[in-house]
């Protein structure tokens, strides 16, 4: 069974090489450069699962994320913070989530 990914990230790069991972690994991805195209597309096509960068122009990874809580048919979608080693006890405090949240795209990890 194939899983419907939002994979929202600005990084050219970045964002081709994880939709190539994800759709060689079966599942069905769906592209956004930040936070404001994302909140279009997930209108038209709903994910089982969203991967977001934190830092992005236009709407950041926060903004799209606190957006998607206001939204009853989205706040229930499993969602993670994708980006490079940054101190991030701030953002969950913030954000009222836990490390589990993050998934680091840098691979010495996060600062502590």
Do not use: W
């Amino acid at each position: 069974m194939s899983i419907k990914v939002l994979l929202v990230e600005d990084e050219f790069n970045i964002r081709n090489n994880l939709t190539e991972l994800l759709e060689m690994t079966g599942h069905v991805v769906t592209a956004a450069i930040n936070g404001l195209e994302a909140l279009e597309k997930i209108k038209l096509n709903k994910p089982d699962i969203i991967i977001s960068d934190l830092f992005m122009t236009e709407m950041d990874g926060k903004i799209f994320y606190s957006r998607l809580l206001e939204e009853p048919e989205f706040r229930k979608i499993p969602f993670l913070f994708l980006t490079a080693k940054v101190e991030i006890q701030d953002v969950c405090d913030e954000l009222s989530v836990d490390k589990s949240f993050f998934i680091s795209s840098d691979p010495s990890g996060f600062a502590e």
